[in-house]
Structures are given as C-alpha cells and as structure tokens.
C-alpha cells in the first residue's frame, strides 16, 4: 500500500510555543493513528521544525522579508514578486499530497493586528490549490472571529468554503465563520488541539525560586506576559493600549514582589520578551525572575508547580488551565472569555486592555482563596477535553483520510 502523503502548513518554527503545540498534537495523533503517513511540512521557520520534529519543511515564503516592513523599493517589489511566485510554489507542494492539515491557530481571526497579504493570502492559497488538485485541507480546532476589514474577511471566508474539513476550538469560532457566510452545519467544536498534549508532573523548572523555609509560606505565582497592542482594529491607539498593559502588569507583579510571592514571568511568542524586560527593569527585586521556555511542555511545568497563575496568550492559559493551576485571565479577545468559561473559571477573567493592577490583585486574592476547589475543577474538565480530543481525531480520520491508509487500531478514551 502507497503511504499517505500528509502536509502540515502555518505559522510553525516562527516563535509561537502555541502554533508549535497545535503541531505537536498533530503529529502525536498521526504517529499514533497514521504511523504510515509520510510528513512534510509547509512552514515559517522551516529549520526549526525540522530540528526540533523531524519532518521534512519547506519555507512558507519565497520572499524572505515577507514579515519586515518594506519601504524602499526593492524590498516593495520583493514581497510583490514573492505574492507570485507563491502561487505556484504553494499548489506545487499541495499537489504532492493526499491531505493537508492546518494545526490549530487562529488561523481565521484577526485578534491581533493582521494585514490580507499576509497570512490570510497564504491560507487561501493552500485551500485553493487544495480544491483544483484534490488535496483534502483540513482545518482542525481553528480559531475563528469577526474581521472588520474587507479583504482579509474575503480571504478567510473563500479559505474556509474551500477547506475540505473544518473544525473550531470553540463555539464563537463556529458562529464567527457561520456569520461570515460560511456553511458550519456539518463543522464541529472542540476543545483546543493543545489539550491534548501530555500533562507534565509537577516539580520545580530548573531556575526557578525553590521551596522556601517557612513551612506556610506562599509558593511561586507564573504571569504570562505579551507583548500586547490591542487587536487589527485597534492600530490606532496601539500605542496607548500597549502602555496601560504593561503599567497594569508591572504594578501587580511589583504588589506581589512586596508581598513576598515569587513571581515567574512567562512568554508564549518570542515579541514577548521585551515585556519581560520591562517589567525585570521595573521591578528590582530578586523574587522576580524570567523562565526560559521552548515549548507548551516547558510552560506546562513552570505552571503545574506554582500556586496560581495569571496570563495574556491564549495558549499560556490553555497550558495553565490543563497543568490543573488555579488561573486568573488577563482576557484581550472573546476565545480566552470561552476558554475560560469551558474550563470553569469564568468568573477569574481581566481586561487586558484596561489592567488594574488594584482590582487584579483583589481579584487574584479570590482565585486562591478558591485554590482547591477550581484544582478539583479542571481535573474533571481536563478529562472531558481529553475525550472530546479522541473524537476529534476520530472524525478528522474519518472525513479526509483514504479508505486505505488507516493500518492503526483507534486508541480508547480515558
């Protein structure tokens, strides 16, 4: 029997550790599920995917400025060649397979800032070249939303009609996609791809504060900072936004310093890191320090071991609220609002365009009070997601894979 051809495309290798857990779900079901399958990938960061997964992976761009901004005029004319010779460098790799898989990601939102020529523009290339050779696209537990400009709502409706296979990460992505003129009748919702992940065990991350003498003293609190600027409508006051997350962020983890809590600050894209500086410089004190993380596995651990957390990236809560940790949301779009509301904390949510440091902290001050309540919580919603997941790739198998290319006995749900 032929082995099945299976390309994985996206935003992967660039930076964000919750693109790159999307991916590794994926390649964790195809391994177990598909073991036969032959994996390539279609990708941002190329080398990265394929030191650190093993796939095969070609550069999503031909223009390797795609991402810089261009002002002279070479570089405009650069990136307009580049938007050509992508056309036919994208249907040539999607003619090579059976099936493509978009791995998670908000791959159908504009939350943050985003222009048409971008990615939207390279999603509906895939979907494109999928439906003219056959290749079957599926996007799997994508984010979806609401999109004010004109173009990229074109671009991500086409892409969606065009997708072989759609499935969201939450209702809201469904209902978003449905009220952008897309049929969702047979689409369904999941919890999101990194829920599938293995859980790490608890411990303390290498570099982070030790248990402290004091037999009842508090123990370590992770912040999930971002570099955050509001979303693709909000270019106006970017600025403006920017300053008041990080000032709120800084007056909370500078309270919580006082307070005697060690604080670990965390990132999920590489942008994040100047925030990270920020608040170091801010705050002096040797409580605070910064982790070094590579992948959802590595914020998972920081997590699992502290007492609560607080956090922007959707995925740093998501790798939050499955290490089980009490988890306060810094929530700057309506997926982290769903996100939390599945998971049972719907109550612990904050502005992160408008952060009080003052109500944060009495707000963090009611999540720990609750500590062993919400942890019994999201053991029983931890379970659930785990079981939605197994249907997930149930029905993903089901709808684009060949008839013939399954060799694999499904695994059970726990």
């Known amino acids: 029997m032929t082995p099945v051809r299976v390309g994985v495309f996206g935003l992967l290798g660039s930076g964000n550790l ?55 005029a070479g570089a405009i004319a650069g990136k307009g060649l580049g938007k050509l010779v992508d056309v036919f460098r994208t249907a040539a790799w999607v003619r090579g397979h059976e099936v493509v898989i978009v791995p998670g990601m908000g791959v159908l939102e504009a939350t943050l800032p985003l222009r048409p020529w971008g990615f939207p523009y390279s999603l509906f290339l895939l979907c494109a070249s999928g439906r003219l050779f056959g290749t079957r696209v599926a996007l799997v537990g994508v984010g979806a939303a609401a999109i004010g400009s004109r173009p990229t709502r074109a671009l991500v409706r086409w892409s969606a009609r065009l997708a072989a296979y759609r499935s969201y990460r939450d209702e809201l992505s469904r209902e978003a996609m449905r009220a952008m003129g897309v049929d969702t009748a047979r689409d369904e919702v999941h919890p999101d791809l990194a829920f599938a992940l293995p859980t790490p065990r608890a411990g303390t991350p290498p570099g982070s ?117 009490p988890t306060l949301a810094l929530s700057y779009a309506a997926k982290s609002d769903a996100l939390m509301a599945r998971m049972g904390l719907d109550e612990y949510r904050h502005p992160a365009r408008e952060v009080d440091a003052d109500r944060l902290l009495e707000q963090f001050r009611a999540l720990e009070k609750s500590a062993a309540e919400l942890r019994r919580t999201l053991v029983e919603r931890n379970l659930i997601a785990a079981r939605e997941l197994e249907r997930q790739f149930t029905a993903l198998t089901a709808a684009v894979f060949p008839a013939n290319a399954r060799t694999h006995t499904p695994r059970e749900a726990p």
């Open 18 to 72: 919750g693109n790159d857990g999307s991916l590794e779900a994926v390649l964790g079901y195809l391994r177990a599920e598909h073991p036969e399958a032959v994996v390539d990938a279609l990708c941002g960061g190329p080398e990265v995917v394929a030191a650190r997964y093993r796939i095969p992976a070609t550069r999503l761009h031909w223009y390797r400025g795609e991402y810089r901004t261009a002002s002279r």
């Open 209 to 325: 504060p030790g248990p402290s003498d004091a037999p009842d003293a508090p123990g370590p609190v992770c912040v999930g900072v971002m570099d955050f600027h509001g979303g693709d409508d909000d270019r106006a006051r970017a600025g403006e936004i920017h300053r008041r997350y990080l000032d709120g962020t800084t007056r909370f983890v500078r309270a919580l310093a006082e307070d005697g809590r060690p604080v670990r600050l965390l990132i999920g894209d590489e942008a994040d890191a100047t925030v990270v500086d920020a608040i170091l410089g801010a705050v002096d004190s040797p409580l605070v320090t910064a982790a070094e993380t590579a992948s959802l596995a590595d914020l998972m651990k920081e997590m699992a071991a502290a007492d609560a957390v607080v956090a922007t990236r959707y995925h740093n809560l998501v790798c939050a609220l499955k290490s089980g940790t």
